[in-house]
């Protein structure tokens, strides 16, 4: 009868060890069930990006008040026409000399990842030879550093050398440009890996190629994300100055071209918004996502 008795008020406490886990499993719940970090760093960056937006529109349609008051004759575009003219092209289906919007876009678009994927290629091989190999890295880069000098549109002649006018010249001037500016990036990123990380990976008997795949490459992921975020950046802006001059046919730049030569200023503003909502994109949303997810996998941000 005591066995049974004793067996009961184990049980019972037993009951009562497990309701107050559960309850502060609860509690715990409660307190985790708020909006992630993540969620409001999304919200706190488009809020970011939207007051950056208005400061622009805002210095923008101060520039033009005070402008046209001066006199201009040609009358500098205000940002709600501009944007008028934009609704046209993307949703009118106004015209822009014998294309759509969309068809240049298409165009312009094309030519950046052919030309970024050679770039980003080369650029992050040169680049980890050029980091990894102390002994050629300070003669390698004076060559590296001489081309990244070299202005995207004074490759003009090379390239017309080479491949004449049209779509191949501005693939290569954006290459010539952005492989540059990757190659540097990354060769720093991996040379700016501690000394005492690769010297302990080598007292555990790690090789040569261990070494960089498994602890350089890792612990400059971040620094090599950011050269290509560099080397788009560079790239898109290269490749809109590349239409405008080596007669592509068609393209973003080539359309800002047109409009100037037909003193269609409004609608080469037009343009100019598109080129800054697609670089805007590419770098806030793309490769920023891109660059969180890198650091988080490095443990050095919250996800």
């Given at each position: 009868?005591?066995?049974?008795?004793?067996?009961?008020?184990?049980?019972?406490?037993?009951?009562?060890?497990?309701?107050r886990?559960?309850d502060?499993?609860r509690?715990?719940?409660?307190?985790?069930?708020?909006?992630?970090?993540?969620?409001v760093?999304?919200?706190?960056l488009?809020?970011?990006?939207?007051?950056?937006?208005?400061?622009?529109?805002?210095?923008?349609?101060?520039?033009?008040?005070?402008l046209?008051?001066?006199?201009s004759?040609?009358?500098f575009?205000?940002?709600?026409?501009?944007f008028?003219?934009?609704g046209?092209?993307?949703?009118?289906?106004r015209s822009?000399?014998?294309?759509?919007?969309?068809?240049?876009?298409?165009?312009?678009?094309?030519?950046?990842?052919?030309?970024?994927a050679?770039?980003?290629?080369?650029?992050?091989?040169?680049?980890?030879?050029?980091?990894?190999f102390g002994?050629?890295?300070?003669?390698?880069?004076?060559?590296v550093?001489?081309?990244?000098?070299?202005?995207?549109?004074a490759?003009?002649p090379?390239?017309?050398?080479?491949?004449?006018?049209g779509?191949?010249?501005?693939v290569?001037?954006?290459?010539?440009?952005s492989?540059?500016?990757?190659?540097?990036?990354?060769?720093?990123?991996?040379?700016?890996?501690?000394?005492?990380?690769?010297?302990?990976s080598?007292?555990?008997?790690?090789?040569?190629?261990?070494?960089?795949?498994?602890?350089?490459v890792?612990?400059?992921?971040?620094?090599i994300?950011?050269?290509?975020?560099?080397g788009?950046?560079?790239a898109?802006?290269?490749?809109?100055?590349?239409?405008?001059?080596?007669?592509?046919g068609l393209?973003?730049?080539?359309?800002?071209?047109?409009t100037?030569?037909?003193?269609?200023?409004v609608?080469?503003?037009?343009?100019?918004?598109?080129i800054c909502l697609?670089?805007?994109f590419?770098?806030r949303v793309?490769?920023?996502?891109?660059e969180?997810?890198?650091?988080?996998?490095?443990?050095?941000?919250?996800?």
């Open positions: 009868m005591r066995r049974r008795c004793a067996g009961h008020r184990l049980d019972a406490s037993e009951r009562a060890l497990a309701k886990i559960s502060d499993e509690r715990e719940g409660a307190l985790i069930d708020v909006p992630s970090s993540r969620a760093s999304s919200l706190s488009v809020l970011q990006v939207c007051l950056g937006v208005l400061i622009g529109l805002a210095v923008w349609e101060v520039f033009a008040l005070a046209n008051a001066s006199g004759t040609l009358g575009p205000y940002p709600l026409d501009t008028e003219r934009l046209e092209y993307l949703f009118a289906g822009l000399y014998g294309h759509s919007i969309y068809e240049h876009l298409l165009a312009s678009i094309q030519r950046l990842i052919v030309a970024f050679l770039a980003a290629a080369v650029g992050i091989v040169l680049g980890s030879v050029l980091g990894y002994r050629i890295y300070h003669i390698g880069m004076v060559p550093s001489i081309y990244q000098m070299i202005p995207g549109l490759w003009l090379v390239a017309i050398l080479l491949f004449g006018l779509d191949e010249s501005a290569f001037i954006i290459f010539a440009v492989s540059m500016v990757i190659t540097i990036g990354v060769s720093s990123g991996i040379r700016m890996v501690p000394e005492v990380l690769v010297n302990a080598k007292m555990m008997g790690a090789g040569g190629l261990s070494i960089f795949a498994r602890v350089l890792p612990q400059a992921a971040a620094s994300v950011n050269a290509l975020r560099l788009m950046s560079s898109w802006r290269v490749l809109i100055a590349a239409e405008m001059v080596v007669g592509t393209g973003v730049g080539y359309s800002i071209e047109l100037r030569d037909l003193l269609d200023y609608g080469a503003f037009a343009c100019i918004t598109v697609v670089g805007l590419i770098d793309i490769l920023a996502s891109v969180r997810w890198m650091r988080h996998r490095l443990g050095v941000e919250e996800r």
